[in-house]
């Protein structure tokens, strides 16, 4: 009987013991809860999970830049938090590193689903998006059955090539699909072949077909081709206090003019200049500012009709611009890299200074590049950097080297690693440290400055 009585209590005493810590669990779950978002207010940082991308997060001169970047930095400057980027390498890791905590927030456009919605808490600025057709803008088509018989280019194995092929069967078939599969070519050198007339059409998201209109007027982006998708951030489903927080300062800012102007810097903002005529070369000067070159060129070496040539591709000699990244003067100096070689925003625009810090900066770059032995080699190493920033020219020397390419040379060696880093087979390669970057953008700048750099140098010999 007293066996019985105290297998009875122990059974007892185990049942309170478990109720008990269950309702410690309970409350220390629902003190979690209450507290995510003054927790990361006390620990002074919000981590930020998002992929490197055109629209989402890259580093550009330097500086970290993306328009989901800007948005959550703002809701982070806006609580007195600093940012701490991690950078996932695809959609489902960046999705499982929200959910194992190595982040607080995703910033980037989360698909709503009912899986997604089941697994975190959707927040923050909703976009409603579909794929369209990307084709110039004279006489394009204003329905998808008009692209029976037509050629439409995409790369292989993207959503893209799903897309196109499935719509091509609900029409009954007829489309030409073209499907690119080379490393340097993605969907945004897709979209400037469009621009050129080199293929008639591409298939984009929208958000990245509205960046890259700011590079390439000449297209058409408005016919969608999938069903709409609505997205959103995410957070934890144990974060809904940071999810109210972020949710409370998205409608108390959607209308106001800072976010409006970080939208219409990534998708209105004008990225590229229009062809401009070269100046008249009269009595052997190039510009007004030739005596800045002459004096700042000697200083490191260089040719003078180099650093000319280097502005004219920036500014078209213009002091008055400021381009879509907040670079300025002549020779389009971003603020942090004037203010490093002593040029404060109240002086950054005068030619003199402008010159000055930007002869500075080449010259730091120069030290940073030794290794390139080849003098003429390295001076398109340092436009690429002048255009990019040094650290995606590390990483397609990097590249260069993985892939069996010389990292001594810049045409058709280092260049073709640039060209790599627009996709992410590449650039989430571990040899990376820098991410996405547009590639043929400094490709194109380097060729086109050393182009123009020779063309001053028949007119003007010295």
């Known amino acids: 009987m007293r066996w019985k009585q105290f297998i009875q209590t122990s059974i007892l005493s185990l049942l309170l013991c478990i109720a008990f810590n269950s309702c410690l669990e309970k409350k220390s779950n629902e003190k979690a809860i209450n507290n995510d978002f003054e927790t990361i207010l006390t620990s002074g940082e919000l981590r930020v999970l998002t992929l490197s991308g055109s629209t989402s997060y890259f580093i550009y001169k330097g500086e970290e830049r993306g328009y989901e970047y800007e948005m959550i930095k703002r809701f982070a400057d806006n609580h007195g938090l600093r940012v701490k980027v991690i950078v996932a390498d695809n959609i489902g890791h960046l999705m499982q590193m929200l959910l194992d905590s190595i982040g607080d927030v995703i910033a980037y456009e989360i698909p709503i689903t009912g899986d997604t919605k089941d697994m975190m808490l959707h927040c923050g600025p909703e976009r409603i998006s579909a794929q369209v057709i ?36 609900e029409l009954g078939g007829g489309i030409n699909i073209h499907c690119i599969d080379k490393d340097t070519i993605v969907t945004e050198d897709l ?6 007339g080199e293929i008639p059409y591409t298939l984009a998201d929208e958000n990245v077909a509205r960046l890259n209109r700011t590079f390439y007027h000449n297209i058409d982006i408005y016919l969608p081709i999938s069903f709409p998708q609505r997205s959103r951030w995410a957070v934890r489903n144990n974060s809904p206090m940071l999810a109210q927080a972020i949710n409370e300062w998205i409608t108390s800012e959607k209308d106001s003019n800072a976010l409006q102007a970080i939208s219409k ?56 611009v400021v381009s879509w990244a907040g670079a300025r003067g002549i020779m389009q100096l971003m603020p942090a890299t004037a203010a ?44 690429a950097a002048y255009n990019s920033g040094l650290g995606h020219v590390f ?68």
């Open 134 to 169: 990307v084709q110039q803008d004279k006489n394009p088509i204003s329905d998808v059955t008009e692209l029976i018989g037509q050629d439409v280019y995409v790369e292989r194995n993207s959503k893209y090539e799903e897309r196109i092929k499935n719509l091509n069967q």
């Open 191 to 196: 979209i400037e072949m469009v621009s050129r």
């Open 265 to 320: 810097r990534y998708f209105e903002s004008n990225k590229q200049y229009t062809a401009a005529s070269i100046q008249s070369l009269i009595d052997g000067r190039i510009s007004e500012y030739d005596d800045i070159f002459k004096r700042e060129a000697a200083k490191i070496g260089w040719d003078w009709r180099m650093l000319a040539s280097i502005a004219y591709h920036e500014s078209r000699f213009d002091t008055t």
């Open 340 to 383: 490093a070689f002593g040029v404060g925003m109240d002086s950054i625009a005068y030619p003199e200074p402008n010159v000055r810090a930007a002869v500075k900066s080449i010259q730091a770059v120069e030290r940073s590049i030794k290794s390139i032995e080849d003098p003429e080699e390295k001076i398109m190493f340092v436009l």
């Open 395 to 462: 990483d397609a020397i990097a590249l260069a080297k993985k892939h069996g390419k010389n990292p001594q040379k810049w045409y058709g060696e280092v260049e073709e690693a640039m060209l790599m880093k627009s996709n992410p087979a590449y650039y989430n390669d571990d040899v990376c440290r820098f991410g996405y970057f547009r590639g043929r953008q400094t490709t194109s700048y380097v060729r086109q400055v050393m182009t123009l750099y020779h063309y001053y140098c028949e007119k003007i010999p010295e």
